[in-house]
Structure formats: structure tokens, C-alpha cells
């Protein structure tokens, strides 16, 4: 059964440092999305992507992050100049050409420290 | 705007009991899905169901079934015959098909299963 990949399961990284949290959506899939979760709390939409462009951000997604789907496959989220409010789990999903039901991958744990 | 509302925290059943899972939802919008999605301890968002807004009979998924009350903006999330297993966190979801593509999530619920 075809999945939604993300790599790595858990990144640290030290406070001012990017990231580069890295998805593999499933391959037929047309919209992509980010959403984070910090520990204990509510699934917090980030940013959706559709047609190679930003179609929605939250008042998170300030300048400090940006996505990029660099070739056919990946989708990443960057961080730059990461904060310790950045510590949290970051899930990619994807969906198919309805846009309707969200596969999520894993998630990677962020902890910025 | 659209919100999604769990009122229910936490919620405990014994195993092999039924337990149902509450949400309701605000839009002014008729066309839009809704879903449960399930968290177990892995942290891996799992998807356990689908409701079209424009479909009136309720889904089901085995031992997971909803209630879909359009009028009301309710959907609540029925499991029946409890495992040990369904111990997570669940999340209800929303996204409007109209006005774009962000699906939205209520607080979540937390149910343990007790053996």
C-alpha cells in the first residue's frame, strides 16, 4: 500500500541552526501539506502546495520557513534559524486529485535545544 | 471561519464495550468532507474514516461508524467492540472543498481502552 514517507523520524538541532525536514508523498498525489504538532497539543496547519506553489499558509508559516518540491518526488520543509518554540512533531501529507482525504506520513520530532 | 470542537478531552471504555467519541463543526459552506483520524502512541496520524457533507447515510468501517447530523454540524465517531489496540488519540477533521485546501483539526480525544 502506497505510504507518505518523511525523513528523518527525529532531528536536534541546536537553536539558530535551518532544518530540512524531508517527504516523500505518494506518487499520484497532487496536494501537499505540512502540519506540526507540539507535544500534547492540537494539529496545527502550516502550509498546503498544489501545482508547485503555495496554495494556503498559516500565521505560522511566517518567513522563517519555506517548502520546496525540488524534483518530482520530494517535498521539504525548511526552518531557518530555528527557535526552541520550534520543538514539536512535523507531518507531511498528501492527497489525491480531489483533494479531499489526507494521507500523513510518520512525522519527524523536531527538538531544538 | 471554520472550527472544529472536541469537548470531550479524555474518555475511557472497557475493552470490548462501545464508546462514542463526540464533534461538532462550524461552516457556512455545504461542500466539505469530514474524517476521524486516529494518533495511537507511535505519534502516526492514521486515517479511520470519511464523511461527505453530501451524503446522508452514515459511514461506517468495520467496528467504526459515525454519526453525521448535518443541521446540527455533528459528527461523532462510534466504536463498537473496543480493542486494546484503539488506544489513541483521535482527531476530528474538516476541509471545505470551496475555499481551499486546509483541512482543519479539532483538539482531539483521548481514549484509553481498558483491559
Known amino acids: 500500500e502506497p505510504e507518505v514517507t518523511q525523513t528523518p523520524s527525529h532531528q536536534v538541532t541546536q537553536m539558530g541552526q535551518e532544518v530540512i525536514l524531508r517527504c516523500v508523498p505518494i506518487s499520484n498525489h497532487l496536494y501537499f501539506y505540512w502540519y506540526r504538532q507540539i507535544l500534547g497539543q492540537k494539529v496545527e496547519f502550516l502550509v498546503s502546495f498544489y501545482n508547485n506553489e503555495i496554495s494556503e499558509k498559516s500565521e505560522i508559516f511566517d518567513d522563517q520557513f519555506s517548502v520546496e518540491r525540488p524534483d518530482g518526488s520530494n517535498f521539504t520543509l525548511k526552518i531557518r534559524s530555528t527557535k526552541l518554540e520550534d520543538s514539536a512533531m512535523y507531518f507531511c501529507a498528501s492527497s489525491g486529485d480531489s483533494g479531499t482525504e489526507a494521507f500523513f506520513g510518520q512525522g519527524t520530532r523536531l527538538t531544538v535545544v | 471561519a471554520q472550527t472544529v470542537t472536541q469537548s470531550q478531552p479524555e474518555m475511557s471504555v472497557q475493552e470490548a464495550e462501545t464508546v462514542t467519541l463526540s464533534c461538532t463543526y462550524d461552516t457556512s459552506e455545504n461542500n466539505y468532507y469530514l474524517f476521524w483520524y486516529k494518533q495511537p502512541p507511535s505519534r502516526q496520524m492514521i486515517l479511520v474514516i470519511r464523511?461527505?457533507?453530501?451524503?446522508?447515510q452514515n459511514a461506517t468501517e468495520n467496528r467504526f461508524s459515525v454519526n453525521f447530523q448535518k443541521a446540527a454540524k455533528s459528527f461523532s465517531l462510534k466504536i463498537s467492540d473496543s480493542q486494546l489496540g484503539d488506544t489513541a488519540m483521535y482527531f476530528c477533521?474538516?476541509?471545505?472543498?470551496?475555499?481551499?485546501?486546509?483541512?482543519?483539526f479539532g483538539t482531539g480525544t483521548s481514549l484509553t481502552v481498558i483491559p
Open positions: 464523511q461527505e457533507a453530501y451524503k446522508q
Open positions: 477533521a474538516f476541509i471545505d472543498l470551496n475555499t481551499g485546501n486546509q483541512f482543519y
